[in-house]
Nanobody, 121 residues
Framework: VQLQASGGGLVQAGGSLRVSCVASGSFFSLNAIGWYRQAPGRQRELVATISSGGVTNYTDSVKGRFTVSRDNAKNTVYLQMNSLKPEDTAVYYC????????????????WGQGTQVTVSS
Protein backbone atom coordinates (compact mmCIF):
# COMPACT_ATOMS: atom_id res chain seq x y z
CA VAL A 1 0.00 0.00 0.00
CA GLN A 2 1.27 3.47 -0.87
CA LEU A 3 -0.04 6.90 -0.03
CA GLN A 4 0.85 9.60 -2.52
CA ALA A 5 0.37 13.20 -1.42
CA SER A 6 0.37 15.99 -3.96
CA GLY A 7 -0.92 19.47 -4.67
CA GLY A 8 1.29 21.60 -2.49
CA GLY A 9 2.89 24.78 -3.70
CA LEU A 10 3.53 28.45 -3.08
CA VAL A 11 0.58 30.74 -2.46
CA GLN A 12 0.10 34.23 -1.09
CA ALA A 13 -1.60 34.79 2.24
CA GLY A 14 -5.35 34.66 1.82
CA GLY A 15 -5.09 32.25 -1.06
CA SER A 16 -6.21 28.65 -1.45
CA LEU A 17 -4.67 25.27 -2.21
CA ARG A 18 -6.01 21.75 -2.36
CA VAL A 19 -3.78 18.85 -1.48
CA SER A 20 -4.66 15.28 -2.33
CA CYS A 21 -3.72 11.88 -0.97
CA VAL A 22 -4.21 8.84 -3.17
CA ALA A 23 -3.97 5.33 -1.78
CA SER A 24 -2.81 2.62 -4.12
CA GLY A 25 -2.11 -1.06 -3.81
CA SER A 26 -4.12 -3.95 -2.50
CA PHE A 27 -6.21 -3.48 0.63
CA PHE A 28 -9.59 -4.36 2.08
CA SER A 29 -10.28 -1.06 3.86
CA LEU A 30 -8.57 2.29 4.47
CA ASN A 31 -10.65 3.52 7.41
CA ALA A 32 -9.81 6.95 8.81
CA ILE A 33 -7.33 9.20 7.07
CA GLY A 34 -5.52 12.05 8.74
CA TRP A 35 -3.68 15.09 7.45
CA TYR A 36 -0.67 16.17 9.48
CA ARG A 37 1.78 18.99 8.99
CA GLN A 38 5.28 19.72 10.15
CA ALA A 39 6.88 23.13 10.04
CA PRO A 40 10.65 23.57 10.35
CA GLY A 41 11.77 23.16 13.94
CA ARG A 42 8.34 22.07 15.11
CA GLN A 43 6.70 18.78 15.92
CA ARG A 44 4.35 17.14 13.48
CA GLU A 45 0.77 18.09 14.30
CA LEU A 46 -2.58 16.65 13.37
CA VAL A 47 -4.56 19.03 11.17
CA ALA A 48 -7.69 17.13 10.19
CA THR A 49 -9.15 13.66 10.06
CA ILE A 50 -11.94 12.01 8.14
CA SER A 51 -13.49 8.65 8.94
CA SER A 52 -14.50 6.09 6.38
CA GLY A 53 -18.04 7.37 6.80
CA GLY A 54 -17.10 10.99 6.29
CA VAL A 55 -17.03 12.25 9.88
CA THR A 56 -14.49 15.05 10.12
CA ASN A 57 -12.43 16.68 12.85
CA TYR A 58 -10.10 19.67 12.74
CA THR A 59 -7.53 21.26 14.91
CA ASP A 60 -8.72 24.62 16.21
CA SER A 61 -6.29 26.69 14.16
CA VAL A 62 -7.78 25.54 10.84
CA LYS A 63 -11.46 25.31 11.70
CA GLY A 64 -13.55 27.31 9.26
CA ARG A 65 -10.67 27.53 6.77
CA PHE A 66 -9.78 23.92 5.90
CA THR A 67 -12.11 21.20 4.67
CA VAL A 68 -11.23 17.52 4.47
CA SER A 69 -13.18 15.24 2.15
CA ARG A 70 -12.80 11.85 0.55
CA ASP A 71 -13.80 9.99 -2.57
CA ASN A 72 -13.88 6.35 -1.55
CA ALA A 73 -14.35 5.21 -5.14
CA LYS A 74 -11.02 6.84 -6.01
CA ASN A 75 -9.30 6.00 -2.71
CA THR A 76 -8.51 9.68 -2.44
CA VAL A 77 -8.68 12.18 0.40
CA TYR A 78 -8.53 15.92 -0.15
CA LEU A 79 -7.66 18.84 2.07
CA GLN A 80 -9.04 22.11 0.77
CA MET A 81 -7.19 24.98 2.39
CA ASN A 82 -8.68 28.47 2.17
CA SER A 83 -7.68 31.78 3.72
CA LEU A 84 -4.16 30.49 4.07
CA LYS A 85 -1.81 32.17 6.52
CA PRO A 86 1.99 32.20 6.67
CA GLU A 87 1.78 30.03 9.79
CA ASP A 88 0.18 27.29 7.65
CA THR A 89 3.54 26.86 5.93
CA ALA A 90 4.66 23.27 6.45
CA VAL A 91 5.10 19.90 4.84
CA TYR A 92 1.72 18.23 4.78
CA TYR A 93 1.49 14.47 5.23
CA CYS A 94 -1.40 12.07 4.94
CA UNK A 95 -1.71 9.14 7.26
CA UNK A 96 -3.81 6.01 7.24
CA UNK A 97 -3.54 4.45 10.68
CA UNK A 98 -5.69 1.37 10.07
CA UNK A 99 -5.36 -0.19 6.66
CA UNK A 100 -6.55 -3.77 6.51
CA UNK A 101 -5.75 -6.44 3.97
CA UNK A 102 -8.87 -8.34 5.07
CA UNK A 103 -11.73 -7.82 7.50
CA UNK A 104 -10.05 -10.08 10.04
CA UNK A 105 -6.55 -8.69 9.55
CA UNK A 106 -4.65 -6.42 11.90
CA UNK A 107 -4.32 -2.72 11.19
CA UNK A 108 -1.28 -1.44 9.34
CA UNK A 109 -0.24 2.20 9.38
CA UNK A 110 1.01 4.10 6.35
CA TRP A 111 2.32 7.61 5.72
CA GLY A 112 2.47 9.58 2.50
CA GLN A 113 5.73 11.23 1.50
CA GLY A 114 4.57 14.79 2.21
CA THR A 115 3.90 17.81 0.07
CA GLN A 116 5.28 21.28 0.76
CA VAL A 117 2.86 24.15 1.30
CA THR A 118 4.40 27.60 1.51
CA VAL A 119 2.33 30.68 2.26
CA SER A 120 3.99 34.02 1.65
CA SER A 121 2.99 37.15 3.53
Amino acid sequence: VQLQASGGGLVQAGGSLRVSCVASGSFFSLNAIGWYRQAPGRQRELVATISSGGVTNYTDSVKGRFTVSRDNAKNTVYLQMNSLKPEDTAVYYCNADCVKSADWAACQEYWGQGTQVTVSS
